[in-house]
Every structure is written in C-alpha cells, then in structure tokens.
C-alpha cells in the first residue's frame, strides 16, 4: 500500500530528526507519552496514550483482537472485522478518524500546550467518523447520539 502512513513519511520527531529538521540534541521522545521514541508505528499504535484510545474504540465498535505492534498488520485486522463492504468503508472510516485525532492530539501537546483526556479525544472521534460518515457513506438516518451508541446499527439500516 502507497500510503505516507504505511510508509513512515509523517513527520515524527524520528522522521524530523533523520532529515535534520530537529536541532542537535532535541527531543526525539513521544510526544504524547514520553516513554519511547516518536516513530510512525509508536506515535500511533505502540504509544501508552494511542494504545488507551485505540482500546476505547475497539469496545465502542464492539470489535475485538489483540493489537498489533505494527501499522500495516493493525490496519489490516481493523478492516478485516468488518466482515461486508459498506462496514469494510465504515471501519476504515473510522480507522482513520483515530488516527486523524491521535495526529491532531500529539500536535496540540506540542503547538499548543494542550492536553485532552482519553475519553475527550475518544468523543471528538465520535464526533469526526459521524460528520465523515454522514458525508461520505451517506447513512442520513442516524443521529449522532444513536452514532455514539451504536455505530454499526446506523450503519446496517442505511
């Protein structure tokens, strides 16, 4: 897959450093935990924060693995329970929404000095694979409370 993601061109504090963007001695930790190097695969899926976010998603879609470790492999067993067409776009949908948020959050930590909770990066996914949903899968019939709820309800009657 041609993907910036799958090819680690986001510009994490690794990637930065690489391509000498970050002055000497700057930083390379994450940004979100503090606890490992900034790299594509930590930043989004390995991180103490991505792995939380990445948890209250699974419960909330009621989808259940084990995480992998690696970007590819986690993209590939999110997409794959979805199990028909219409979810298969939802959920990459959605997959793209945390990953969207996780990026928005580890930039606001950085730029802004602002630091959400779990659960307020969780409702702003919500919210994003909605207004995404309602947009690019045109489910016009569910409303955002019932989204919260239950998103694969919405997206079975429509």
């Known amino acids: 897959m041609k993907h910036p993601l799958f090819q680690h061109r986001i510009p994490t504090r690794s990637n930065l450093a690489i391509r000498r963007v970050l002055a000497t001695g700057e930083s390379r930790l994450c940004a979100l935990c503090g606890n490992g190097e900034e790299t594509t695969n930590h930043l989004l899926v390995q991180c103490e924060f991505a792995s ?7 419960d909330w879609m009621g989808i259940n693995f084990i995480t992998p470790h690696n970007l590819v492999s986690h993209f ?3 997409s794959s329970s979805s199990g028909s067409r219409r979810l298969f776009k939802a959920f990459c949908l959605i997959w793209h929404a945390v990953i969207w948020s996780i990026w928005k959050e580890r930039n606001a930590r950085i730029f802004n000095h602002n630091l959400k909770r779990f659960d307020e990066v969780v409702d702003d996914i919500k919210a994003l694979s909605w207004v995404w949903a309602l947009s690019r899968l045109r489910i016009s019939s569910c409303l955002f409370y ?4 239950n998103p694969r309800e919405c ?3 429509s």
Do not use: F, P
Request: positive net charge.
């Open 52 to 58: 939380v976010i990445w948890r209250k998603v699974l």
């Open 76 to 78: 590939a067993c999110w």
């Open 146 to 149: 019932e989204w919260t709820w």
């Open 155 to 157: 997206l079975m009657r």
